[in-house]
């Protein structure tokens, strides 16, 4: 055991668990004169248990008979691990009508999915006569088992004699041979009779036809010696919405788990338990897929949904519904997107020829064209001289113009400052000379200051002017005093004169527009 590898190794416990065998030298033995197919070595393991209960009982005569009947490449299995040596690589001939077997040998040449898994052991104590209620441990084991067996009694009879398989041979040859997933889904529909309607060809086939309707597809492997296994398909897989559910908007396809090509594909879903659904998106294009001998590696998949155990119809609906339109929604995006692309390579190709158009009528113009163009391209050169040289312009000119609103806003900063630092220190609040003077301005904002009722109506001007918001209309406002309005003009009358009391509220208004009418109506004048 210390020189294999660790596939190797997997390889030898699993026959050991099948098998309930304890040699580890004769299964090293014979996996290596099988080139370490585990189906093939259980197959020659169980070849080898039936001749030799065949000997013990029907005696050398038997024994003969039954050895000359078995196949060239088991025979040859049976010598390699008695001597050591590998056995002649005869191809297999099947013959009786056990599909599910026969697919168990053929799987070594068929198409599967291209997994980098080794087998993982699956320990067993029960031998292959067990009881039922011990052989159903392990789904793998039992499903190998069984199409081992199946092997041997193609080779053998009941009694352990030879079986010859001449009229099915010849009646079968007029047609073309069931396949094992057809023949595995006839039998499936034999015992549920409501089964949805699925395809029936082999995995490849189902994702190559999935990506060609664009639809998704619906996967179930089937453990038939699973316990919930009769359940699940008979109350939810068989009923009426969900058949008609699966029908309308999803490829079905149904694989045995005692396929090999179903079994490797299991391992690469990482499939524990059973029942087992989930819902596959074909990814690639369909040119990929030209014939039906492309391999399975290339039927890429993403696993949009999964599910292990029992589940009602009602909730599997709502999940396969909820998948489907997240999955129509990103199909419709992808559309969407390859229509987009295909209107730019159209328009693109379209762009091409009108150049390659115009290149040839460049071609079979005369010399007078030339120099017509000749004198259009300077004069566009002209033109667009003269555009960059009114933008330069009108550059300049911004440049000078926001010069100049910057000095004048500096100046007018200074200015305001100048105002509020000639400003005389405010009264005590409440003395007999302060006045309360409240001012709304024109932006609507309102402030406030206490002068003395022996200051001018000019000191008021300058706190005015000391406002940032006053800065953009310099000295064009007036103040004045609402009940009665009275506009003051007057800068040097003092406050107390005015008569207005301790609490006084002005209104500043805006002489801009005033001056600009007058200017309007002199110009009309």
Not at 440 to 461: E, I
Request: proline share 5%; hydrophobic share 35%.
């Amino acid at each position: 055991m210390e020189s294999l590898t660790d596939e190797e190794r997997e390889k030898v416990l699993m026959m050991q668990s099948v098998s309930n065998s304890h040699d580890t030298a004769h299964c090293i033995s014979l996996l290596r004169s099988c080139d370490w197919r585990v189906d093939d070595a259980l197959a020659t393991h169980f070849a080898i248990d039936a001749a030799a209960g065949g000997n013990t009982t029907a005696g050398s005569e038997s024994a003969t008979t039954t050895t000359a009947s078995v196949s060239p490449r088991t025979m040859s299995a049976i010598q390699a691990a008695s001597a050591g040596s590998p056995p002649v690589s005869t191809p297999p001939r099947h013959t009786g009508s056990d599909p599910l077997a026969a697919s168990t040998i053929r799987s070594s040449a068929a198409a599967s999915p291209s997994v980098a898994t080794p087998l993982s052991s699956s320990p067993s104590t029960s031998s292959v006569s067990s009881t039922p209620a011990s052989a159903s441990k392990g789904w793998f084991g039992r499903g190998l088992v069984s199409s081992s067996l199946g092997v041997v009694k193609r080779m053998f009879g009941a009694g352990g004699s030879a079986a010859p398989a001449t009229a099915a041979a010849s009646s079968s040859s007029s047609s073309r041979p069931q396949t094992a997933q057809e023949s595995f889904i006839a039998s499936l529909r034999a015992q549920y009779p409501n089964l949805p309607e699925c395809n029936t060809g082999s995995y490849t086939d189902a994702v190559r036809a999935a990506k060609t309707n664009r639809r998704l597809l619906f996967l179930y492997l089937h453990c038939a010696s699973h316990d919930d296994t009769d359940t699940f398909v008979r109350e939810t897989l068989c009923h009426e919405s969900m058949r008609n559910f699966l029908r309308e908007h999803f490829e079905v396809w149904i694989g045995s788990i005692k396929h090999t090509e179903v079994y490797r594909l299991s391992i690469m879903l990482g499939v524990a338990s059973f029942p087992f659904i989930a819902l596959l998106a074909p990814q690639g294009s369909a040119s990929l897929y030209s014939s039906s001998a492309a391999p399975a590696s290339s039927a890429s998949v993403a696993v949009v949904f999964r599910h292990t155990g029992l589940i009602s119809s009602e909730a599997l609906l709502s999940q396969l519904l909820l998948r489907k339109e997240t999955y129509e929604q990103i199909e419709g995006n992808l559309e969407a997107q390859r229509v987009a692309e295909q209107a730019e390579v159209e328009q693109a190709r379209t762009l091409r020829e009108q150049q390659d158009q115009e290149y040839m009528e460049s071609l079979l113009m005369d010399q007078g064209m030339k120099e017509a163009q000749e004198r259009e391209a300077r004069e566009m050169e002209e033109l667009a001289r003269q555009t960059r040289e009114a933008e330069a312009k009108a550059a300049e000119d911004r440049r000078r113009h926001e010069e100049e609103e910057a000095r004048r806003k500096e100046e007018a900063e200074l200015e305001r400052q100048a105002k509020a630092a000639t400003l005389p220190p405010e009264p005590t609040a409440g003395g007999p000379a302060a006045v309360n003077i409240s001012i709304r301005l024109p932006t609507g904002k309102k402030v406030q200051r206490r002068f003395r009722d022996t200051d001018h109506l000019s000191t008021v001007h300058s706190f005015v002017q000391s406002q940032e918001d006053m800065a953009s209309l310099g000295e064009q406002y007036n103040i004045l005093s609402n009940f009665p309005r009275t506009i003051h003009s007057d800068p040097n009358v003092e406050i107390g004169s005015l008569k207005l009391g301790k609490q006084i509220l002005f209104l500043v208004e805006s002489t801009v527009e005033e001056e600009d009418d007058e200017d309007e109506e002199g110009m009309d004048q």
